[in-house]
């Protein structure tokens, strides 16, 4: 049975993932979500909304970054103000949400100002990277050497676009180069690349990098190559709500064939072994 929902798609009516061999449901960690793309006026009206659905989906927490109106290339006063609007977020919704603190390196300064206050000094736990410029620039290394420091994972878009990337954009394999120059930092690929069987290889021998699931079609055979070119232990659950729906991306993973033990995996403890380390440092107790 299914129901429309208010994102104009379909989503399952169901609520909780159950593992037939385990006892109890499975917690679910979404590693990908966005302010924009959801209807609200305001950062706590939106945030309602993704958990709202979150609930019907069983989605325990959420990681979520960038505002509600997002850009390409944010200045340093935008950067901020988009942090904010994440900020505020999380003063109310602490409890099913992690934020992570969006950035810009075209603006390097600015960046690492950003990492202290929102990770360093503040409640956020991970970096975003979108496309303002490619990952393997070296404009990246100061920013990603700090988070290291601060634990914090960095979560880099990247994508293949058959008609052409934007100017900044970045690929799998850009990634797969900043990553090896910075070993010791967790670093998840957002959407694999889209097209995922390059993105899959071009990330397999980075041990250090994780794949994110989100933001493409469903398509049968993303998350069996995932786990067997990379093991489950480096898969992760992501939705890119707004712009996607938490049921079309969960079902990469419910209706994968893979063991149910490396669904478990990749729906909460893939993603909460890479923040385990900044929560402990931060304080957080689960």
Not at 59 to 74: A, K, L, N, Q, T
Not at 107 to 124: F, K, T
Not at 145 to 163: D, F, M, S
Not at 192 to 208: F, L, M, Q, Y
Request: contains cysteine; neutral net charge; hydrophobic residues 40%.
């Amino acid at each position: 049975m299914c129901k429309g929902t208010r994102f104009g798609v379909w989503i399952w009516a169901r609520t909780r993932f159950t593992v037939p061999d385990h006892p109890t449901t499975v917690m679910i960690w979404d590693v990908h979500c966005h302010l924009s793309g959801v209807p609200g006026g305001t950062p706590d009206e939106r945030m309602a909304q993704l958990i709202a659905f979150a609930d019907r989906m069983g989605i325990e927490r959420i990681c979520v970054f960038m505002g509600m109106d997002w850009s390409y290339d944010p200045t340093p006063d935008d950067m901020r103000k988009q942090n904010d609007e994440v900020l505020a977020v999380l003063e109310r919704w602490h409890h099913r949400a992690f934020g992570f603190v969006y950035l810009n390196p075209n603006h390097v300064e600015a960046s690492l100002a950003e990492l202290d206050r929102c990770v360093r000094n503040g409640p956020m736990v991970g970096v975003k990277l979108w496309v303002a410029r490619h990952c393997n620039m070296p404009e990246l290394d100061p920013i990603v050497k700090r988070a290291g420091e601060l634990k914090a994972p960095v979560l880099q878009h990247t994508y293949i676009k058959a008609n052409g990337n934007l100017p900044g954009e970045s690929i799998p394999t850009e990634l797969a180069e900043l990553a090896r120059r910075h070993p010791d930092v967790a670093f998840i690929s957002a959407h694999t690349g889209a097209d995922w069987e390059i993105g899959i290889r071009a990330i397999r021998d980075c041990k250090n990098v994780s794949a994110d699931l989100c933001g493409s079609d469903p398509t049968a055979g993303f998350t069996e190559m995932a786990v067997r070119e990379l093991g489950a232990e480096r898969v992760l659950y992501g939705s890119d709500a707004g712009g996607r729906s938490f049921a079309s991306q969960l079902g990469k993973v419910l209706g994968a064939d893979i063991p149910e033990s490396a669904k478990r995996l990749i729906l909460s403890e893939n993603c909460k072994r890479l923040l385990m380390p900044i929560l402990k440092q931060k304080g957080v107790k689960l």
